[in-house]
């Protein structure tokens, strides 16, 4: 289930819905601010180049893509500039 605000950002930011449906079933998950943030990372980008699914070029773009989830539903999807700070506490 995606918020209005997700689906907002899709369009802004010019994420499809598949790539969305990459990153909940490759993307790994951490937790920031008590909300599950989920990206690719190396280990799950070289998973989806062997199932098949996407080409090295589009890894390489897909690298930087991350949602965030509350409840199960998608709040918001963005690209990383940076590196996610890990909660400390």
């Known amino acids: 289930m995606y918020s209005q605000h ?13 790539v969305v449906e990459h990153l909940l079933a ?4 951490s937790y920031h601010k008590g909300r599950e943030v989920v990206y690719f990372d ?5 998973r989806l180049q062997r199932v ?15 949602l965030v989830l509350q409840d199960g539903d998608v709040v ?3 690209h990383r500039t940076v590196h996610f700070k890990r909660d400390r506490h």
């Not at 490759?26 to 998950?29: A, V």
């Open 42 to 46: 190396h280990r799950t980008l070289s």
């Open 52 to 66: 098949g699914e996407v080409c090295p070029q589009i890894c390489q773009k897909l690298r930087r893509h991350y």
């Open 26 to 29: 490759f993307g790994r998950t």
């Open 76 to 78: 918001t999807v963005g």
């Open 6 to 18: 997700a689906v907002l950002r899709m369009q802004q930011r010019g994420i499809s819905e598949q």
